[in-house]
């Protein structure tokens, strides 16, 4: 049985999408956050890192969102999200762009509130980074559905996540193909059930 620790408002939603895309059964392990908005201690007792999404699956706990969903499809799927051979570099470009370079400038801008705003420095450099790669994205989603053309995969699973943040910091305002991509998503049966099961994937807004 595959054993899912999901932290609500984190990165781990996006393991029960896929988990339910792939249509396996799992159990799900649901963790707060502290009031520092961290993992609590609970988490370290299954990985060090304690981070999430930590799976359990074929006897090893996993961590790394990409490298999770690159082996539940590969190894658990049955075909399901497959991607045809042509599109597989592809595939594994957007899958890891989503951690790789795109989730740390991101992430800190819209934690920014949280620190109090930044340095000059420090704010000069996420906001220009940010901004190229949203630039990047709203260019390559034109005439697009998915991250592949037609394809929908795990790599817009990974992406659905930082697509929120990027809603909530106000970026898709001036980028119409990212929200109407945002707009899909959303309408996917696994992404509601998602919301369901593991609840928001951000904090709700300060009124
Ligand atoms: N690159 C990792 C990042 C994992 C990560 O930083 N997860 C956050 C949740 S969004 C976490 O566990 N934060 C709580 C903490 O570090 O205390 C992945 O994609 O799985």
Redesign the pocket.
């Known amino acids: 049985m595959i054993i899912l620790h999901h ?1 609500r ?4 939603s ?1 393991i029960i999408w896929l988990l339910e895309e792939l249509g396996l059964d799992y159990d799900l392990k649901c963790y707060d ?2 009031p520092e ?3 609590p201690p609970e ?1 370290s007792d299954i990985h060090p ?5 930590t799976v359990e699956v074929d006897g090893r706990v996993m ?4 490298a ?1 969903i690159e082996y539940l499809v590969e190894r658990h799927g049955g075909g399901r999200l497959a991607v045809p051979d042509e599109e597989r570099s592809a595939y594994l470009e957007w899958l890891h762009f ?2 790789g370079t795109l ?1 740390m400038p991101l ?1 800190l801008n819209s934690l920014k509130p949280m620190f109090g705003g930044f340095g000059e420095r420090l704010e000069g450099f996420v906001s220009a980074e940010v901004t190229k790669l949203l630039d990047y994205m709203e260019a390559h989603m034109a005439g697009r559905d998915w991250l592949l053309g037609g394809t929908f995969s795990g790599a817009d699973i ?1 992406m659905g ?1 930082l697509v929120e943040h990027m809603q909530a910091t106000g970026l898709l305002d001036s980028r119409p193909n990212l929200a109407a991509y945002r707009a899909r998503l959303m309408a996917r049966d696994g992404y509601k059930k998602m919301i369901e099961l593991g609840g928001p994937l951000r904090p709700p807004a300060k009124g």
């Open positions: 932290l408002i984190s990165r781990s996006r956050r502290t908005f961290r993992a988490l890192l304690g981070k999430a999404p961590v790394e969102s990409g999770i989503a951690e989730a992430i990974n996540y």
